[in-house]
């Protein structure tokens, strides 16, 4: 099988294509034919080294596979699903399975990371949600009851804002985002309004400008820098899906990190044609992920996501 790995810390170059034995079958695991796999920016990071210590606190050891979400089918049964079914779901890269990552034509994983794939879904859009659907749903969980709260989301355009501002909504509650108002994606989500991208600052100024006395819960779900906080109303909730977010609490306001769990049902629940329809793609085989990284690091994507296939 094909496995993208690298021996070091370092630019795009150090990610090589070889060619591996299939993973033979484990006991507690299954193995996965993946078809579709997200690069993202934190691959990019991951295999760049920014944070040393904490990956070797984790215990990373090379050769590592990057790679944390996948669509693919069981070559062995879960508990539920037969061999051959369609499946989605991702891996706890910074955690149990560092290292051992999804750029890989099969993969071995634990079954609870492995939820049912509905039908009739792109596998290539399926798996830019594969872990990120969760993740936003997660996020929303943690703010308490919604019905009427008024909930900023920043970073709405990307795939874990996007999830979270569809449960925020089904939730009842008022959802206002960052962005811009020309950003077809966002006027497609019905949002109460959007705020204009800018400083953490100025951010939530603007915020408390729309809502006078602040939000009731802001969720960052993107890269912002402290004063991002000054738009919750006080005894509000900042939630945040960054380990490193600067913001600390202040005037009562919870602050929570969100680390995703898993829960197949739920996953496959949130995995809609109505929200997949959202994002836009662009598609490289896996063998390009040097490329992918590549594309990456030079941005303008236009918010687009690589999905890396095979």
Request: glycine share 12%; hydrophobic share 45%; net charge negative.
């Given at each position: 099988?094909?496995?993208?790995?690298?021996?070091?810390?370092?630019p795009?170059?150090?990610?090589?294509?070889r060619?591996?034995?299939?993973?033979?079958?484990?006991?507690?695991?299954v193995?996965?034919?993946?078809?579709a796999?997200?690069?993202?920016?934190?691959d990019?990071?991951?295999?760049r080294?920014?944070?040393?210590q904490?990956l070797?606190?984790?215990?990373?050891?090379?050769?590592?596979?990057?790679?944390w979400?996948?669509?693919?089918n069981?070559?062995?049964?879960?508990p539920?699903?037969?061999?051959?079914?369609?499946?989605?779901?991702?891996?706890?890269?910074?955690?149990?399975?560092?290292?051992?990552?999804?750029?890989?034509?099969?993969?071995?994983?634990?079954?609870q990371?492995?939820?049912?794939?509905?039908?009739?879904?792109?596998?290539?859009?399926?798996a830019?949600?594969?872990?990120?659907?969760?993740?936003?749903?997660?996020?929303?969980?943690?703010?308490g009851?919604?019905?009427?709260?008024h909930?900023?989301?920043?970073?709405?355009?990307?795939?874990?804002?996007?999830?979270a501002?569809t449960?925020a909504?089904a939730?009842?509650?008022?959802v206002?985002?960052?962005?811009?108002?020309?950003?077809?994606?966002?006027?497609?989500?019905g949002c109460?309004?959007?705020?204009?991208?800018?400083t953490?600052?100025?951010?939530?100024?603007?915020?408390?400008?729309?809502v006078p006395?602040?939000?009731?819960a802001?969720?960052?779900?993107?890269?912002?820098?402290?004063?991002?906080?000054?738009?919750?109303k006080?005894?509000?909730?900042?939630?945040?899906?960054?380990?490193?977010?600067?913001?600390?609490?202040?005037?009562?306001?919870?602050?929570?990190?969100?680390?995703?769990?898993?829960?197949?049902?739920r996953?496959?629940?949130?995995?809609?044609?109505?929200?997949?329809?959202?994002?836009?793609?662009?598609?490289l085989?896996?063998?390009?992920?040097?490329?992918?990284?590549?594309?990456?690091?030079?941005?303008?994507?236009g918010?687009?996501k690589?999905?890396?296939?095979?």
């Open positions: 099988m094909l496995s993208v790995e690298f021996d070091r810390f370092g795009p170059e150090v990610l090589e294509a060619e591996r034995p299939e993973p033979l079958p484990i006991e507690d695991r193995r996965v034919r993946v078809r796999r997200t690069a993202n920016v934190s990019v990071e991951l295999r080294g920014d944070t040393p904490r070797e606190d984790l215990g990373l050891t090379f050769p590592a596979v990057l790679g979400d996948f669509v693919g069981l070559l062995d049964p879960t539920t699903l037969p061999v051959g079914s369609a499946v989605a779901g991702f891996v706890p890269w910074l955690g149990s399975e560092v290292g051992r990552g999804t750029y890989a034509e099969v993969i071995s994983v634990a079954p990371w492995v939820a049912t794939l509905p039908p009739d879904l792109d596998p290539a859009r399926a830019v949600f594969a872990m990120n659907a969760l993740t936003g749903a997660q996020a929303i969980d943690r703010m009851p919604l019905d009427g709260a909930i900023l989301i920043v970073g709405a355009g990307g795939p874990v804002g996007m999830s501002a449960a909504t939730a009842g509650a008022r206002y985002v960052t962005g811009s108002t020309a950003d077809e994606a966002l006027a497609a989500m109460a309004g959007v705020i204009p991208r800018g953490p600052e100025e951010m939530a100024t603007a915020a408390r400008e729309e006395g602040g939000m009731d802001v969720f960052n779900a993107a890269v912002a820098g402290p004063g991002l906080i000054r738009a919750v006080d005894g509000g909730a900042f939630v945040s899906i960054h380990v490193a977010d600067k913001n600390e609490s202040e005037r009562g306001v919870a602050v929570e990190k969100v680390v995703v769990q898993a829960d197949a049902p996953l496959t629940s949130l995995l809609t044609p109505s929200l997949l329809g959202r994002t836009r793609i662009e598609t085989p896996l063998g390009q992920a040097r490329k992918a990284h590549e594309r990456l690091e030079r941005g303008g994507l918010g687009r690589i999905v890396l296939v095979s």
